[in-house]
């Protein structure tokens, strides 16, 4: 494939040679398919390479394609061998001084000017602002053992987490961003805990009673088969248990906060149970 | 316009109460329209010497019209962009709304990611790299894309160019206490690094929306004591200029503490106004300094966004051929590479990684339309290295540019109607400012509004004038509108000979 081929070269005028138009976006096959002819020069190619005026790039592979972005295309351009020798004129872009001058002196009056809207949000991004735990709107209860506590809240402003124990003294705590938060592992016994979620001047303090698993409701039959891939096993668990009781809302999210990152349904879900949405029990 | 001739039928008809003297008497009788010229100069003129008296800039009528001059001149400057000599290459890594998807749509850009694209981008010998990018939220359930940044932050070589990071701030007292700066989980490896340095990307929004003015650096408290924290476009100027002269880019950074030492607040309990020069001028380079002039923060862009163009702002001409000065790749690109290979043609750029995602929250209003936050720091970068701090031209300059304001606007009211003469004036101006282009890309802005609003000052005046002589002459039939039949512009009767005041 030839870019501004001897033809284009000769129009290109000596000040205009060299000057950048653009890269190279992507390729199959191996880069070495490729070359690139500049100045005399044979230099090699790869993703983001330089592409200058009076370049020449060869397509050594039949089937091989390289795609190019240049400045004056608005969508890529893809090169192969069923373009070769078709001279891809690409002069390098204008700068004239009086066009833009006059369009300029006509947005004055307003005519040819168009303002920029934008749609807002109300809210501040990223900044301490008042956030929502609906997830802790009601008393929850969770079952003992060793086990990364996760917490969730609406809104991505940071939030300060703290676990108290029975004894009133902090069993963990920290600071969770973009809405999620997971301890370290904590060995949970039986009790009355107290967790308290601080947003900006929000703060949600909220009754955990941790019981003994037995004493948790019994997990259907139906989600204890062998050969159920683990996320979609926690995943239905989770719908499961939150179906069951607004108790247990906290308890569901355990199951599927740590998939909701790679998986789009567990994210789903584990979005709904924060904002304190959970499926209606069957009949 | 009706204020002249009213001012004219005044004169007439009060000459005997003004009692001008003689020789000015007889010089208004013989050249009626020279007198009016003058007596319209002088007015104006001693309007802008109160106003420059009274320090109108920080008058928000007098502030918002040289605004508004100066975003018509950055927006004129930015369309007829050509070649540029002597600027810092761009080249921004943009994390558009493909690669943030392809990323996962995260609220926090993954970490993982930032430390591949960091990694090549610095084996690519930027002049320095800046990623605008708060590293001071943390996803925990993205640990070991954290560890990864953070081992190789610790492990950061010494050879490797400036890295620029953002400090983000926060009250933890109502202001005016000053801000504390925002602990990141990587200050530990980061504190023993010369060539990392933390900068606050801090500017300012005016009242209707719009990011004109920038902060060369924020007094903060850092452990009970006032400390300075640098801008980051400022860190990056320093930088790029030392990259222009030919000195060390590493030392010039090291540096700006040392020079920032003294515009440190006295207290943490609220800040203390600071001014003095913080880089020196050097070879055609201006220098860098704060002053209390609303000029010197403007932030002159060179280049607007556009999320399909992947190059922006004009070209520069070097020994390599013309490159753009702000070339746009998507930062998917980089991070989908191979870590341990270079980024093409990244040789002599100032990398800069950054949002431009609909979803990012990073979105200004500016003179030249809307734009990430990063293309704000490239903007600032770039005017701060070539122009310095903006300033005013010299007392000169600035008489004569007023005085050829005031003539032009006289002349023009003295022979036309307002209706001709307004378009006449504004296509004066437009010259004008046509013609101060190159001084304005050098970074002298020159203050339009002062004269401007000296001759909107005399209009206002002079229509107060005609009105009070109204009101004098009609008594309480003035709160009557009058008769359609009867004319309200005496010079014409006058010219026709008939009585002034009396209707045809």
């Not at chain 2, 009528?61 to 927006?75: E, L, S």
């Not at chain 2, 378009?423 to 004269?451: H, K, Q, T, Y």
Request: aromatic share 6%.
């Amino acid at each position: 494939m030839l870019i501004a081929v001897v033809a284009a070269t000769c129009r290109v005028s000596a000040q205009e040679t060299g000057r950048e138009i653009g890269y190279v976006e992507s390729f199959d096959k191996k880069a070495n398919v490729f070359v690139l002819h500049r100045g005399g020069q044979t230099l090699p190619i790869d993703a983001l390479t330089p592409v200058r005026t009076g370049d020449r790039i060869e397509v050594l592979d039949a089937t091989a394609k390289i795609v190019l972005r240049l400045v004056n295309r608005a969508t890529p351009v893809t090169v192969s061998r069923g373009n070769l020798d078709t001279p891809l004129t690409d002069p390098p872009p204008a700068h004239p001084f009086w066009t833009p001058t006059i369009a300029w002196a006509a947005s004055q009056i307003g005519k040819l000017d168009r303002d920029d809207r934008e749609q807002v949000a109300a809210s501040i991004r990223g900044s301490a602002s008042g956030g929502a735990v609906p997830l802790l709107a009601l008393a929850q209860t969770l079952p003992a053992g060793r086990q990364s506590l996760s917490i969730g809240w609406i809104g991505t402003a940071p939030a300060e987490i703290r676990l108290q124990g029975p004894d009133g003294k902090d069993v963990t705590s920290g600071q969770g961003t973009a809405g999620y938060w997971f301890s370290p592992m904590l060995d949970l016994a039986p009790g009355d805990f107290v967790i308290e979620v601080k947003i900006g001047a929000t703060r949600v303090r909220q009754l955990v009673t941790v019981v003994p698993a037995t004493s948790m409701p019994d997990i259907s039959p139906d989600l204890k088969q062998d050969g159920l891939p683990e996320p979609l096993r926690e995943l239905a668990t989770a719908a499961w248990l939150a179906a069951r009781d607004q108790r247990f809302i906290l308890a569901a999210f355990q199951h599927v906060a740590p998939f909701a990152r790679d998986s789009s349904p567990a994210k789903l879900l584990a979005r709904s149970l924060v904002r304190g949405e959970r499926p209606l029990p069957p009949g | 316009m009706g204020a002249r001739e009213c001012c004219r039928v005044r004169f007439s008809d009060q000459g005997t109460a003004l009692r001008l003297p003689g020789q000015i008497r007889a010089f208004r009788e013989r050249n009626p329209k020279l007198f009016e010229i003058a007596v319209s100069i002088l007015a104006c003129t001693l309007i802008q010497i109160a106003l420059l008296a009274s320090q109108p800039s920080s008058s928000r009528f007098v502030r918002r019209a040289a605004d508004n001059a100066a975003d018509q001149m950055i927006r004129l400057s930015e369309r007829t962009n050509g070649s540029l000599k002597g600027s810092p290459k761009f080249t921004f890594f943009s994390i558009d709304d493909a690669t943030y998807v392809a990323w996962g749509a995260h609220q926090i850009a993954p970490r993982g990611r930032i430390k591949t694209i960091l990694e090549r981008v610095a084996r690519s010998n930027p002049t320095a790299i800046l990623l605008d990018v708060d590293l001071s939220y943390t996803d925990s359930g993205d640990a070991s894309g954290e560890a990864s940044l953070r081992d190789f932050l610790g492990q950061y070589p010494a050879a490797a160019p400036p890295l620029l990071l953002v400090r983000s701030l926060y009250h933890d007292a109502a202001p005016p206490a000053l801000p504390r700066i925002r602990a990141t989980s990587y200050d530990d490896q980061t504190a023993a690094k010369p060539n990392i340095i933390w900068g606050s990307p801090l500017f300012e929004r005016d009242a209707d929306g719009q990011v004109r003015r920038w902060r060369l650096f924020v007094q903060v408290c850092a452990a009970e004591h006032p400390a300075v924290l640098p801008a980051l476009h400022l860190v990056g100027a320093i930088i790029a200029r030392a990259q222009i002269e030919g000195e060390d880019r590493e030392q010039a950074a090291a540096s700006i503490p040392r020079q920032l030492a003294s515009f440190g607040a006295d207290s943490c309990a609220r800040p203390t106004e600071r001014s003095g020069e913080i880089a020196p001028k050097r070879g055609e380079l201006p220098a860098i300094s704060v002053d209390h002039l609303d000029v010197s923060s403007r932030v002159l862009y060179r280049a607007d966004w556009n999320a399909s163009r992947i190059a922006l702002g004009g070209d520069i001409v070097s020994t390599d051929g013309q490159t753009p000065l702000v070339a746009v790749r998507p930062a998917g690109l980089v991070s989908s590479g191979d870590s341990t290979s270079p980024v093409p043609g990244l040789d002599g750029r100032i990398a800069v990684i950054g949002g431009s995602f609909a979803d990012s929250g990073d979105w200004y209003s500016t003179p030249l339309g809307r734009m990430p936050g990063a293309m704000l720091l490239i903007n600032a970068i770039e005017a701060l290295t070539i122009n310095g701090t903006p300033r005013e031209p010299n007392v000169v300059e600035a008489i004569a540019i007023s005085f050829v304001i005031i003539v032009m606007t006289s002349v023009l009211a003295a022979f036309f109607r307002p209706i001709v003469a307004a378009p006449l004036a504004a296509g004066g101006i437009f010259l004008i400012m046509l013609i101060s282009l190159p001084l304005f890309r050098s970074g002298v802005v020159v203050n339009l509004a002062v004269p401007a609003v000296g001759a909107a000052f005399y209009d206002l005046g002079a229509t107060l004038v005609e009105k009070y002589h109204q009101l004098r002459s009609l008594g309480w039939k003035f709160v009557l509108k009058p008769p359609a039949s009867i004319d309200m512009e005496p010079t014409t009767l006058e010219a026709s000979g008939e009585g002034a005041g009396e209707p045809t």
